[in-house]
């Protein structure tokens, strides 16, 4: 079992800011440069990015470079080619070695460029020379409407002019971009988003302004974004994921140790973490020893959350799960599960509650001593999961937080009778936002949007500046903060932000949320720390979502689906 401080960079990779990006890659090519010049180690640099490039065009393509590498043997009738299309700075560096492979690969290429040749520089300039002794030859971009270049596709009027290739490589700005797209590359951009072409954009697609963290118009809609060195933010949000596409980040070779210089304690958490941060089993140990857990879920209106969860945190390693429902909905949970222990909140009549039908309906301060008592017990503790919002659950909820002991998952409306302790507007140093710097027990929130806004106030308008919020939150209320959505953050108190780069519609159904509190709630019991329970709970459960959503697709998945998936997540 690995601690997330354990990972190397390559594994955990940090997401850096644009300008910590262009700093970084300064400062390497320097540090790189040895008796050679800045240049030469950047043209280093440029080199393996063209290479990482190259590899995942080949790899879009679905074609095969076999033997050596001048041989190309493609997959179809006809040879795959590839549009290339470059500006005069360093992206455009990066395509045209991206070009001189494909030249000798003999995969067809063209390659379009919308600077003249004599304005590369430095490193870009040495891959035009190396490109042009590969028998390269850049085409001058003319915007259709205009008389194109030669060798370019056909006339105005005709069929989209780049209609005709495989695929597209945007090559143009990168990250560099900042503000309004001049002419030339507007009209590119039109053109190349006419053709209907499968594109593959470089760092960033042009026309996204890395700067502003924001797209204009026109940009360029990526297949897939390769970014070179470390990812950015840009292509895991709302503003930027639907024009980056699938994101991937070819790793270039700067060092660790300068690389930390620009570390903002914000990370990229995947699916390839889970296996090393997986708790160990005992195999010799009993019950006990694998982990129980204790959830307080479930009211007359929302029996399924209670299932949902206790189901999901059974599925993900808990070997004792002890389920605290109302009296009431006992029937249909002991209907709907057979492995948990229960514990029956019977009706206390005359002691507490607003209504008959709460007190026997609903988890009040009346079965207190009963939930610490079965909690001394269990290593782990969940509430929240569809307890409702009777005025006696809500106070309840407040008076057991303040004495519970063992790691706790808060969750759903648990929260929201957290978020009533907010006396005027919600913010970050609010009556919810101190209460929960008070409570004793290392604890996990799990808020989806508009659960955090109850509790903390408004969510900045562009995803970019959460994180900054997020930890914060975290460190004044010494508490995991894991923002549900997509992307999924997790914000842990010593100021580190974990980004999980969900986005899958499948899971944004009612329900989904309890599975995941049940899982974190297992992984918590197991041995987990609050840091780990949340992040790995988080990529299971997309994981899980992933592979249900390939079974039953976006539309017909439901949560149970995501529990019937954990076991293939878990291995």
Request: glycine fraction near 10%.
């Amino acid at each position: 079992m690995k601690l997330l401080d354990q990972f190397s960079y390559t594994e955990l990779k940090p997401i850096l800011s644009t300008e910590g990006m262009r700093a970084l890659d300064k400062a390497a090519k320097e540090a790189l440069a040895g008796d050679a010049s800045a240049i030469e180690a950047g043209y280093g640099l440029m080199k393996q990015a063209g290479a990482a490039l190259f590899k995942k065009v080949v790899e879009v393509l679905d074609c095969e470079v076999a033997g050596r590498e001048d041989v190309y043997r493609k997959t179809g009738d006809a040879p795959r080619s590839v549009a290339v299309f470059v500006g005069g700075g360093n992206n455009g560096g990066d395509g045209l070695v991206l070009a001189k492979l494909l030249i000798e690969a003999g995969i067809p290429c063209t390659t379009y460029s919308l600077a003249a040749a004599d304005k590369f520089q430095n490193e870009a300039k040495k891959a035009l020379d190396d490109f042009s002794q590969a028998g390269g030859r850049l085409i001058p971009y003319s915007p259709v409407g205009t008389a194109p270049a030669s060798g370019s596709l056909s006339q105005a009027g005709t069929a989209p002019r780049f209609a005709d290739f495989n695929l597209i490589v945007d090559c143009m700005l990168g990250n560099g971009a900042h503000g309004e797209l001049r002419d030339l590359y507007a009209a590119a951009v039109r053109d190349i988003g006419a053709a209907g072409v499968r594109v593959v954009a470089a760092d960033a697609p042009t026309g996204y302004d890395s700067s502003e963290h924001g797209r204009r118009e026109p940009c360029i809609h990526a297949l897939e974004t390769l970014m070179f060195g470390f990812p950015r933010l840009d292509a895991y949000t709302r503003e930027g994921g639907e024009v980056f596409g699938q994101p991937a980040v070819a790793t270039l070779p700067y060092p660790d140790s300068l690389a930390r210089n620009y570390d903002t304690r914000l990370y990229l958490a995947t699916e390839a973490l889970i296996p090393q941060m997986l708790p160990e089993r005992d195999d010799w140990g009993d019950k006990r020893k694998q982990g129980c857990a204790m959830i307080v879920a479930g009211s007359g209106d929302m029996p399924g959350a209670a299932a949902l969860c206790t189901q999901a945190a059974l599925r993900s390693g808990a070997s004792l799960v002890t389920l605290a429902s109302p009296d009431a909905i006992m029937p249909v949970l002991q209907t709907k599960l057979s492995e948990p222990v229960f514990c029956n909140l019977q009706d206390i009549a005359g002691q507490d509650g607003d209504s008959v039908d709460d007190r026997a309906t609903s988890f009040s301060s009346a079965h207190i001593p009963l939930i610490l008592e079965k909690a001394k017990h269990n290593q782990a503790l969940a509430i929240g999961p569809g307890l409702g919002s009777a005025e006696c659950t809500q106070g309840a909820v407040i008076d057991l937080l303040t004495q519970i002991a063992c790691p706790t998952v808060i969750d759903a409306d648990a929260l929201n009778a957290i978020a009533t302790l907010n006396k005027t507007s919600a913010s970050p140093a609010s009556g919810a936002a101190s209460f929960l710097y008070g409570i004793p027990c290392e604890a996990i929130l799990t808020p989806h949007r508009r659960e955090f806004e109850r509790l903390f106030g408004a969510l900045p308008t562009n995803d970019i500046d959460i994180p900054n919020l997020l930890r914060d939150i975290a460190r004044h209320t010494k508490k995991v903060i894991l923002l549900k959505g997509a992307p999924t953050f997790v914000a842990v108190p010593d100021r580190r932000v974990f980004v999980i780069p969900a986005h899958n519609s499948g899971l944004a159904k009612g329900g989904s949320g309890d599975v995941l509190t049940g899982i974190i709630t297992a992984l918590l019991a197991q041995g987990l720390h609050a840091p780990e329970a949340a992040v790995l709970g988080a990529l299971l459960h997309q994981k899980a979502g992933r592979i249900a959503r390939t079974k039953m697709g976006a539309f017909s998945m439901l949560p149970s689906d995501v529990i019937d998936a954990l076991p293939q997540a878990f291995n």
